[in-house]
């Protein structure tokens, strides 16, 4: 396995949004998004935070530890829907609650690790000319690597 980086971090986290088949559709992070009206829907973002080395205790081996900022933002039409928005939100946290998840790189290897996560519920707002319910979930995020 190579050093940690930036890259398969997102993956990771993006790739058990999408098995997780929470939502009804998975927006891109800045590509085109018109979602159907109906639909229970999220946007996940990632924010890099840094890069520091580290040596394992008592050993000659260094590697390098990556963290990020995954924000799994959730949709859903106004109204009635709200209550679908609390179990997504539920879902999202239990999905993420300080893991280890499997990188698509390397499956045979728990390499990245996320912390608990914190929720926020920002109420009506509209995207792409209709009005949603939106609810942020952030979950720090982190892969460590050591050269051999």
């Given at each position: ?15 058990a ?8 559709a ?5 590509f085109p998004?018109?979602p159907?009206?109906?639909v229970l829907?999220?946007?996940l973002?990632?924010k890099p935070v840094g ?5 394992l ?6 590697g390098?530890?990556v ?5 799994v ?12 928005l ?24 728990s390499n990245v690790?996320t912390q ?10 509209s995207e792409n000319?209709?009005?949603w319910?939106?609810?942020?979930v952030?979950?720090?995020c982190?892969?460590?690597?050591f050269?051999?």
């Amino acid at each position: 396995m190579g050093l940690a980086s930036y890259d398969n971090l997102q993956k990771t986290v993006a790739v058990a949004l999408r098995d997780s088949n929470i939502f009804d559709a998975l927006a891109r992070e800045n590509f085109p998004f018109v979602p159907q009206t109906q639909v229970l829907w999220a946007r996940l973002t990632f924010k890099p935070v840094g890069i520091v080395r580290e040596t394992l205790t008592g050993e000659r081996v260094s590697g390098q530890k990556v963290m990020g900022l995954a924000v799994v933002q959730i949709f859903v039409p106004e109204g009635d829907y709200v209550r679908n928005l609390y179990e997504a939100v539920d879902q999202v946290v239990d999905l993420y609650n300080e893991r280890r998840l499997l990188s698509p790189e390397d499956p045979t290897y728990s390499n990245v690790v996320t912390q608990r996560p914190e929720t926020t519920m920002l109420g009506s707002v509209s995207e792409n000319g209709k009005v949603w319910y939106q609810a942020n979930v952030a979950v720090e995020c982190s892969q460590r690597s050591f050269a051999n």
